[in-house]
């Protein structure tokens, strides 16, 4: 990159103290070359100026760049800006790393663009996310620029999560690498430099609860004495127990949805979605009022939100002496039973509403258990027969 030095050229070492030197004037300008740093030179010209310049071969063609007067630019300045120059040339044509300006803090970039990233969650995911971002994300990453934010900063945080803070943990660094992703659609970070990228979450023991029949018998007889005083959230508990589905899509259930002997969802967590009615769940929904001033099935007083059903389970599993079963578990306990009775897992997933095979599978285990309870009649049956057994 740089040309073949001339051995008649006059060379120096060029700091400081040569370029204040008074150095001999001729009628045309000539060059002095640098001992250490080949294609940096002096130009001294008949006026008596004195320039720094780099001499470089960029493409095959000879260039020379003028740098500064040596009475406007110090020779140390001159020298590193001509190393500089040498070695963008000597690296021209090769892969360069992508340069990131400054970027805002995470809490301006939330600011900024939090609506246009939240535009395609639901209204569900949106409101957790946004509790994931206040309460876990920025205290930690709020005043952090969006491109300063590394693996191992990651890594820091996962550890501090340590213990009762895992499940929080879990749920908030998905929502971190949503928004480093986006920054990087926005150029504001390297393509492909997310750090929440195959971060590992901490592995929680899922805790699967089916309900006994003698809980059913608890929570129907419990069910029947509060009907009288809360007959909307009774009905929104039975509609769960005869359907499976999901307790967001009863409760915020419209009555134009309603299409008897099914329900028709124009969206839920897995998109459009059909609620098979039963005998019962179509009892339940018929004596059920519809209010003038409101499209919702099971309406608030004020007939703009629906019932508040979460707070009302807390209350009621403990009348029924069942304080660990959460609301989800009768969705659970749906799955259990139509297991119990023989109904194929790919029934059991269409009427759940499952799109991957793989979520429906993971009742597979209670099918072994019935298949083994059948195996258990069976063998005592037999064993009764050939007088091993009275």
């Known amino acids: 990159m740089v040309p073949k030095r001339r051995r008649s050229a006059r060379r120096a070492l060029l700091d400081g103290n040569f370029a204040r030197r008074k150095l001999p004037q001729r009628e045309r300008e000539y060059c002095i070359w640098d001992t250490e740093l080949a294609g940096f ?175 059913y018998r608890r929570i129907g007889a419990a069910l029947r004495e509060a009907e009288a005083d809360r007959p909307a959230e009774v009905a929104i508990a039975r509609l769960l127990l005869f359907t499976g589905a999901r307790v967001g899509e009863i409760k915020n259930l419209r009555w134009e949805w309603v299409k008897p002997p099914r329900l028709l969802l124009p969206d839920s967590k897995t998109g459009p979605k059909v609620i098979w009615l039963n005998s019962q769940a179509q009892d339940v929904l018929a004596v059920i009022e519809r209010r003038e001033d409101s499209e919702l099935v099971f309406p608030n007083k004020t007939g703009k939100r629906p019932v508040n059903f979460d707070q009302w389970w807390f209350v009621f599993r403990r009348r029924c002496a069942l304080p660990d079963v959460r609301i989800h578990d009768l969705r659970h306990s749906f799955a259990s039973t139509a297991i119990m009775e023989n109904v194929p897992l790919s029934t059991i997933g269409k009427l759940l509403g499952h799109k991957l095979v793989e979520t429906t599978a993971k009742y597979a285990h209670l099918s072994d258990d019935v298949i083994g309870e059948a195996a258990e009649r069976i063998s005592g049956s037999l064993a009764q027969a050939i007088g091993l057994r009275p």
């Open 41 to 215: 030179g002096l130009r001294v010209r008949p006026s008596g100026n004195y320039f720094w310049f780099v001499r470089l071969r960029h493409r095959g063609k000879h260039r020379r760049i003028t740098l500064g007067r040596t009475d406007e630019l110090e020779a140390g300045l001159a020298r590193a800006q001509a190393r500089r120059i040498l070695a963008e040339t000597a690296l021209d044509g090769l892969p360069k790393r992508a340069v990131v300006k400054a970027t805002p803090t995470m809490t301006d970039f939330v600011e900024a663009y939090w609506d246009d990233l939240s535009r395609v969650w639901k209204p569900s995911t949106t409101k957790r996310n946004w509790d994931a971002w206040r309460l876990d994300i920025k205290p930690t990453f709020g005043d952090t620029r969006v491109a300063d934010i590394l693996p191992a900063d990651i890594h820091r945080w996962r550890d501090g999560c340590a213990g009762e803070s895992e499940v929080k943990f879990n749920r908030a660094v998905p929502v971190l690498s949503a928004l480093l992703k986006y920054a990087e659609a926005l150029k504001m970070r390297r393509p492909g430099s997310n750090p929440c990228r195959g971060m590992p979450r901490y592995k929680r023991q899922s805790v699967e609860r089916y309900l006994t029949p003698a809980e």
